[in-house]
C-alpha cells in the first residue's frame, strides 16, 4: 500500500505564504510527476502546480508567479511554495503522484485545507 501525507495547511491573512509538504511511504520503487491540486467549495479539482521526477514543472496560470513547486527524491517529498496569498486560494489542497512499484498507480492524499482571510 502507498500514502500520501499532506501538511502545513492552516489560516493565512492575504498577502502571506505558506508551505505545504506531501510525503509518500509505502510499497514504492519509482515516483513519476508529483503535483498539487485544489478544490474551492462548489468548485471542481483543479491542477495548482505539477513536477516531473526530472524536475520539469507545470503551473496554472492564476498562480503563475506566487506559487512555486519542488521535490525532495530522496525523501519521496513533494513542496508547495505558496506566497502572496490570495483569498480565491481558500481551497483543500490535495497532492496526487503517479507511484510504480510492479505497475504505475495514481495516488491522493487526504488533503489540507487552506484558508486565506482578506
Known amino acids: 500500500q502507498v500514502q500520501l501525507v499532506e501538511s502545513g495547511g492552516g489560516l493565512v491573512q492575504a498577502g502571506g505564504s505558506l508551505r505545504l509538504s506531501c510525503v509518500a511511504s509505502g510499497r514504492i520503487r519509482w515516483i513519476h510527476a508529483m503535483g498539487w491540486y485544489r478544490q474551492a467549495p462548489g468548485k471542481q479539482r483543479e491542477l495548482v502546480a505539477a513536477?516531473?521526477?526530472?524536475?520539469?514543472?507545470n503551473y496554472a496560470d492564476s498562480v503563475k508567479g506566487r506559487i512555486s513547486i519542488s521535490r525532495d527524491n530522496a525523501k519521496n517529498t513533494v513542496y508547495l511554495q505558496m506566497n502572496s496569498l490570495k483569498p480565491e486560494d481558500t481551497a483543500v489542497y490535495y497532492c496526487n503522484a503517479d507511484i510504480q512499484y510492479s505497475v504505475t498507480h495514481s495516488y491522493w492524499g487526504q488533503g489540507t485545507r487552506v484558508t486565506v482571510s482578506s
Open positions: 513536477i516531473t521526477s526530472g524536475g520539469t514543472t
